[in-house]
């Protein structure tokens, strides 16, 4: 079981940057994935988070600007990060879970069974 983000990267205010979190050793029909996020100093964050029926929940802080997918064979959650923001900047993880944690509030990160290492944002002019 595996999970690898990928696509972070630094970029200007306004920028744009789409994350792949690819996932291995199960399916993500049978889970619940969500990106999180933890900037420097802070807690970490839950962003956004998709489930296999379609059922997908943005974070208020980015709603409009984020938006959370899957590609067809259902390997590959997206996160595509449009109009970032100094805040924005911070470490992206995604992290497995089962299918009930999509039905709750972001953010249960200690309730989430396998993370992947992280890739960073750094929005900056």
């Not at 291995?24 to 029926?53: H, L, T």
């Not at 997918?69 to 992206?92: C, G, I, R, W």
Request: glycine residues 12%; hydrophobic residues 30%.
């Amino acid at each position: 079981v595996q999970l690898v983000e990928s696509g972070g990267g630094s970029v200007q205010p306004g920028g744009s940057l789409r994350l792949s979190c690819t996932v291995s050793g199960y399916s993500v029909n049978d889970n619940c994935i969500e990106w999180f996020r933890q900037a420097p100093g802070k807690e970490r964050e839950g962003v956004a988070s998709f489930d296999n029926d379609g059922t997908t929940t943005v974070a208020d802080s980015v709603k409009g600007r984020f938006t959370i997918s899957h590609d067809s064979a259902k390997t590959t959650v997206y996160l595509q990060m449009n109009s970032l923001k100094p805040e924005d900047t911070a470490m992206f993880y995604c992290a497995a879970g089962s299918r009930a944690l999509c039905t709750v509030v972001l953010g249960r990160s200690h309730e989430y069974r396998d993370w992947g290492q992280g890739t960073p944002v750094t929005v900056s002019s």
